[in-house]
């Protein structure tokens, strides 16, 4: 069945490094993608996503490129901030138009 | 976007009792799911509640356990019952958009969650 791999955390980071998170997906056709995240003590939100393949996701200078030919959709940022300390998760979507998540990635961002 | 709101936000219950947690969203929605999120765990879909009859429940998650009901397109309830300890996680429901038959984008949006410790 579908499925998500996400990279294992905990990665720690000093701002303004450079983040990759790296997500792989198995999947019957092409399911749209997502990056989710969910910040200390608040609900999960949605980061950015992507719907086909080479579509490429961006949000708060956070981006992710759907490769069909890899199977990934790793999360990307060219300078992370404090703020950006988070629980990212990869998902993508399932038959039922429900979720499937990757374990979760904890990025800690030092300043 | 829609706005989503879950009650209780937390509770500690004893073993054995059964809690209820609402789901609220402020607009007509095609589809809801409850989810389970453990301790330092990733999310586990529950089930996908159903407007109007019974919920579809996934691989190791049962009706007599957890109890779904979705009495019109804004609301449904979880029931956790007969609580244990291995039942301490967070709760979300997540809708999907768009009206019954027409989803207006594949995007979910989650509720806050419910915190629930079982003693």
């Known amino acids: 069945g579908n499925s998500v791999t996400q990279m294992e955390g905990p990665v720690t980071l000093s701002e303004e490094a450079f983040l990759t998170i790296n997500c792989t997906y198995t999947?019957?056709?092409?399911?749209?993608l997502f990056w989710y995240v969910q910040y200390p003590g608040e609900g999960l939100q949605l980061l950015l996503k992507?719907?086909?393949?080479?579509d490429k996701g961006s949000n708060k200078g956070f981006e992710a490129t759907y490769r069909k030919e890899t199977t990934s959709f790793h999360l990307e940022k060219g300078s992370v901030q404090v703020s950006d300390s988070a629980v990212y998760f990869c998902a993508l979507e399932g038959s039922q138009g429900n979720l499937i998540f990757g374990k979760g990635t904890k990025l800690s961002v030092k300043p | 976007s829609a706005v989503i709101s879950q009650k209780p936000s937390r509770d500690i219950c004893q073993r054995g009792t059964s809690l209820t947690i609402q789901c609220q969203v402020d607009s007509q929605v095609t589809m809801m799911f409850w989810y389970r999120q453990q301790p330092g765990q990733s999310l586990t879909l529950i089930a996908t509640a159903n407007q109007g009859s019974e919920a579809t429940y996934e691989s190791g998650f049962v009706i007599d356990k957890f109890p779904i009901s979705r009495p019109n397109l804004t609301f449904s309830t979880l029931t956790v019952s007969n609580m244990s300890p291995e039942d301490s996680s967070i709760y979300l429901c997540?809708?999907?958009?768009?009206?019954?038959?027409?989803?207006?984008?594949?995007?979910?949006?989650f509720g806050p969650g419910t915190r629930l410790t079982v003693l």
């Open positions: 999947a019957t056709g092409y399911p749209s």
């Open positions: 997540s809708v999907v958009l768009g009206l019954a038959g027409a989803l207006l984008t594949d995007t979910q949006y």
């Open positions: 992507a719907t086909k393949a080479d």
